[in-house]
């Protein structure tokens, strides 16, 4: 049962432009979504974050944007940079003062110069 | 370097054996999380201290699973009895709370043979 999903496994995109990742969860108990980097050969890296009572924040050029009602939530940024290839993943939490976190299985990014 | 810590980064074991982990938390950080993450997947969380009381744990972390974190520094994570199915990067993170982001470490790849 994957409650938090991201559909698009890998996403290529031209240095300078915009990279949207996606992310969709089915669980409405969700009050917390982040989103983390990982290298390779690294420990994920904690990006930027959204509480449920907001739709956007943002973050130098990461800007994450939150639709409740459609359960799903995106990660800009602006501008890519080849630094930014990595995979990424979407996390939430339950409310209710859970510390656990759900994690998709990740978006490998590629920007290319 | 004051990063999350965890050691061995890479433990080849045969099936049947046991294994221990440790991993060493960013010094002011009062809680402390495993994850379990294999190939192709997102971190699966396996369990989290505040301070040194577990306070949740994944039903994923079986009778052979074990944490602890006896002193609210550290923690080692044990597993008994391995089978192949065990074999994936443990990962170790520490955070002032889930919400502001948790700093992961490198984590410690298991392989059962």
């Known amino acids: 049962d994957q409650q938090v999903k991201q559909n698009s496994p890998s996403l290529s995109v031209q240095e300078g432009r915009i990279s949207i990742l996606n992310c969709d969860y089915t669980n409405s108990m969700f009050d917390y979504f982040l989103w983390y980097k990982k290298y390779p050969a690294e420990g994920p890296t904690f990006l930027i974050s959204i509480s449920s009572i907001k739709d956007k924040n943002e973050d130098g050029r990461f800007t994450v944007f939150l639709n409740k009602s459609a359960k799903h939530l995106s990660l800009h940024i602006v501008p890519s940079q080849p630094g930014d290839s990595a995979v990424y993943f979407c996390?939430?939490?339950?409310?209710?003062?859970?510390?656990?976190?759900?994690f998709g299985k990740g978006t490998k990014l590629t920007v290319n110069p | 370097d004051t990063g999350v810590s965890q050691n061995p980064r890479h433990k080849i074991t045969k099936r049947g054996q046991n294994v221990t982990f440790r991993c060493d938390p960013i010094?002011?950080?009062?809680?402390l999380y495993w994850y379990r993450q294999t190939l192709g997947q997102g971190p699966e969380f396996l369990t989290y201290f505040q301070n040194e009381a577990q306070l949740e744990k994944s039903r994923l972390l079986s009778d052979r699973f074990s944490a602890e974190r006896p002193k609210g520094s550290f923690s080692t994570l044990e597993i008994q009895r391995t089978e192949q199915g065990d074999s994936a990067m443990y990962l170790c993170?520490?955070?002032?709370?889930?919400?502001?982001?948790?700093?992961f470490g490198q984590g410690t790849r298991l392989t059962v043979v």
């Open positions: 996390a939430a939490r339950k409310q209710g003062g859970s510390e656990k976190l759900v």
């Open positions: 993170a520490s955070s002032l709370g889930v919400t502001v982001g948790a700093f």
């Open positions: 010094s002011e950080h009062n809680r």
